[in-house]
């Protein structure tokens, strides 16, 4: 089990905090503490793993369109994103050298059709693969319950990247706030207190050599988002070092997040901290989901950079309630599956 570390401790090590003497520790949790929600997440070990992909996909955020349904994994631990749609390619593959003991099996994605479906915009797009936690669950994760995750992600040969400087990959969460903003409506006036989603992230930025001012092919690690809510880098990745990466994110009480990578799949370590930030300037209350982008150019013709990720895995420190409402879903299954048996005998 990984740990929880106290700010207190990082502040003291890290070039990356203004240190507050007065302020009273709080707990930042590794990616991988506290209880593995099993309920979600994925293995990609079930032998007729299957993504049901429904096209076209949705492009709500270019066109207000979502062509549902929306795609889904046959499991239920995925579904399309209704903002920008899934990616045109999910292939169950055999785990690449190095990876996680145990794992014969890891999940490639890839895309072609970034965009809004027929349409080809010339300019980089995005599609998403969501990985359920309150549609699956029911309910959001609070951040006193300090919700964290982690996935394993295989960067492959330079010579196989879409030759492109510029965003690729991204790790995301899903998280909700209360914010003030601008009342709605056209004679309304002011403002006022409402539910504000956000999206953190780590994004995986292709350095490319063969683009003027760079000489040799990495990755830089920007993060998503200062309290402008403007990425920034925090890590590059020189090419020697590409293969399996182990990436975390996680919320704590105080409602920042925190942002960890580590090189290979072993577990995170209060080390792997890379920053902690508050995006938007908004202070996490819930989070909703664990989703991945995959990036291309879109032009009808180029395919993404091919990304493979294993053991997509979520975890809760405070996990009291979010037993209790596992333990209710299972046993809901349980007896609808007996009711079926029933009827068939």
Same mark, same amino acid.
């Given at each position: 089990?990984?740990?929880?570390?106290?700010?207190?401790?990082?502040? @003291?090590q890290?070039p990356?905090?203004?240190?507050?003497?007065?302020?009273?520790? %709080?707990?930042?949790?590794?990616?991988?503490?506290?209880?593995?929600?099993?309920?979600? &997440?994925?293995?990609?070990?079930?032998?007729?793993w299957?993504?049901?992909?429904?096209?076209?996909?949705?492009?709500?955020?270019?066109?207000?369109?979502?062509?549902?349904?929306?795609?889904?994994?046959?499991?239920r631990r995925?579904?399309?994103?209704?903002?920008?749609?899934?990616?045109?390619?999910?292939?169950?593959? +055999?785990?690449?050298?190095?990876?996680?003991?145990?794992?014969?099996?890891?999940?490639q994605?890839?895309?072609?059709?970034?965009?809004? +479906?027929?349409?080809?915009?010339?300019? !980089?797009?995005?599609?998403?693969?969501i990985?359920?936690?309150?549609?699956?669950?029911?309910?959001?994760?609070?951040?006193?319950?300090?919700?964290?995750? %982690?996935?394993?992600?295989?960067?492959?040969?330079?010579d196989?990247?879409?030759?492109?400087?510029?965003?690729?990959?991204?790790?995301?969460?899903?998280?909700?706030?209360?914010?003030?903003k +601008?009342?709605?409506?056209?004679?309304?006036?002011?403002?006022?207190?409402?539910?504000?989603?956000?999206?953190?992230?780590?994004?995986?930025?292709?350095?490319?050599?063969?683009?003027?001012?760079i000489?040799?092919?990495?990755?830089?690690?920007? %993060?998503? @988002?200062?309290?402008?809510?403007?990425?920034?880098? !925090?890590?590059?990745?020189?090419?020697?070092? /590409?293969?399996?990466?182990?990436? &975390?994110?996680?919320?704590?009480?105080?409602?920042?997040?925190?942002?960890? @990578?580590?090189?290979?799949?072993?577990?995170?370590?209060?080390?792997?901290?890379?920053?902690?930030?508050?995006?938007?300037?908004?202070?996490?209350?819930?989070?909703?989901?664990?989703? /991945?982008?995959?990036?291309?150019?879109?032009?009808?013709?180029?395919?993404s950079?091919?990304?493979?990720?294993?053991?997509?895995?979520? /975890? !809760?420190?405070?996990?009291?309630?979010?037993?209790?409402?596992?333990?209710?879903?299972?046993?809901?299954?349980?007896?609808?599956?007996?009711?079926?048996?029933?009827?068939?005998?």
């Amino acid at each position: 089990m990984a740990a929880v570390i106290q700010s207190s401790a990082v502040l @003291a090590q890290s070039p990356t905090y203004l240190r507050n003497q007065f302020a009273a520790p %709080v707990q930042i949790p590794v990616p991988g503490s506290g209880k593995q929600i099993t309920y979600v &997440g994925d293995t990609f070990e079930e032998e007729d793993w299957n993504f049901v992909h429904n096209m076209p996909k949705s492009s709500r955020e270019q066109n207000e369109r979502s062509y549902g349904p929306l795609a889904y994994s046959t499991n239920r631990r995925w579904s399309e994103g209704p903002e920008r749609g899934q990616p045109d390619s999910l292939m169950i593959i +055999p785990t690449p050298p190095n990876g996680l003991t145990g794992s014969a099996h890891a999940l490639q994605i890839t895309t072609m059709h970034s965009g809004v +479906p027929g349409e080809q915009s010339y300019d !980089v797009q995005q599609d998403d693969l969501i990985l359920n936690v309150s549609t699956r669950l029911g309910s959001s994760i609070r951040a006193s319950e300090m919700p964290n995750c %982690v996935v394993r992600l295989y960067l492959p040969h330079p010579d196989v990247w879409e030759n492109r400087t510029g965003p690729h990959f991204g790790m995301r969460l899903g998280v909700r706030t209360t914010a003030e903003k +601008p009342r709605q409506g056209l004679f309304s006036i002011g403002t006022s207190l409402q539910n504000e989603p956000y999206w953190p992230g780590i994004w995986v930025h292709f350095r490319s050599k063969t683009t003027r001012g760079i000489d040799k092919d990495s990755v830089l690690l920007k %993060v998503r @988002a200062n309290s402008l809510g403007h990425d920034f880098p !925090v890590k590059e990745i020189p090419a020697e070092q /590409f293969g399996w990466w182990t990436f &975390g994110m996680s919320v704590s009480t105080d409602g920042r997040i925190h942002y960890f @990578a580590r090189q290979g799949v072993d577990d995170l370590r209060p080390q792997d901290l890379m920053v902690s930030k508050n995006p938007y300037g908004y202070d996490a209350e819930r989070v909703t989901s664990f989703f /991945f982008n995959i990036c291309n150019r879109n032009d009808g013709r180029t395919w993404s950079t091919p990304f493979a990720i294993d053991d997509p895995q979520f /975890f !809760v420190v405070n996990s009291a309630r979010i037993d209790q409402i596992v333990e209710r879903k299972l046993q809901y299954q349980m007896r609808k599956a007996e009711a079926k048996n029933s009827t068939k005998r």
